[in-house]
């Protein structure tokens, strides 16, 4: 099916202001298996009826990156263009299935002009579970399954989001395991503080190897995540392992719209 995305720019035309913004960030925009989940967030803003728009070609990274990396000059030229145009178009509220633009643009973009509402798309899964209107029937079954999930640092110690990830996951009728390291304890999936686009240094470990070790204590066939970082890094981390064939790598959003046959 189809969908048809507006863009901020075409409703602004028609005179509407939309309930949410998605912010989609570079990965959702860019790399091919970030996109499935982008387009699963839309099945699900779409699903039940919310009134959205992305910004299409007015969208431009967050900054996070240049950030991390230690370029503040970099970082606050980016940022200003994209407050310029969010503040362009009035923007409010704003949802993103990345926890590094979530972060930022809610923690970051206050002090240079920029306050909007900010949720990750696991708190928007929690609160429309909460409301009634994902019911997580009519689609696939994961009963019996073992689902673990990792928490993505800006999501969970960044930003203490530990339970809607969680709240995704339980009305599934799956058995939850949590990992030795989870919640404030968790372990970075070794691809944060703009590690995702060089080469780690030398060591005696990888750290997505590392995290796979805890995955594989739990016995869970399906690993959950929140943020695209995370899912190349768990992903690579499987193969490393070699269990393609007994584990997946999923993200809530995805997890979200198979077991409500979207």
């Not at 703009?194 to 470990?205: H, L, R």
Request: hydrophobic content about 35%; some cysteine; proline content about 4%.
């Amino acid at each position: 099916m189809e969908q048809k995305i507006p863009t901020m720019a075409e409703m602004a035309a028609e005179g509407k202001e939309p309930e949410i913004l998605f912010w989609v960030g570079c990965a959702g925009s860019f790399d091919e298996r970030a996109q499935k989940i982008t387009r699963d967030i839309c099945k699900i803003l779409h699903h039940v009826g919310i009134s959205y728009a992305v910004l299409g070609t007015e969208e431009s990274c967050t900054g996070d990156p240049a950030k991390r990396a230690g370029n503040e000059f970099l970082f606050q030229m980016q940022a200003m263009v994209n407050i310029e145009v969010l503040n362009g178009y009035n923007i409010k509220k704003i949802v993103t299935g990345c926890p590094h633009c979530f972060n930022t643009i809610r923690n970051e973009y206050p002090g240079l002009g920029g306050t909007y509402e900010v949720i990750h798309h696991t708190q928007l899964i929690q609160s429309l579970i909460d409301e009634g209107k994902l019911k997580a029937e009519g689609g696939e079954s994961f009963k019996g399954r073992k689902i673990t999930f990792h928490d993505p640092c800006y999501l969970g110690r960044g930003n203490n989001v530990y339970e809607a990830p969680r709240a995704a996951l339980e009305i599934l009728d799956t058995e939850l395991v949590e990992m030795k390291r989870c919640k404030s304890n968790g372990l970075c999936c070794g691809a944060g503080g703009a590690q995702m686009f060089k080469e780690p240094e030398p060591g005696k470990k990888d750290i997505n190897d590392e995290r796979m070790l805890d995955v594989l204590e739990t016995g869970a066939q399906i690993v959950a995540s929140g943020c695209p970082f995370c899912m190349t890094m768990l992903t690579d981390g499987v193969k490393h392992m070699e269990k393609e064939q007994e584990i997946k790598v999923l993200d809530i959003a995805e997890i979200t719209v198979r077991a409500n046959g979207l």
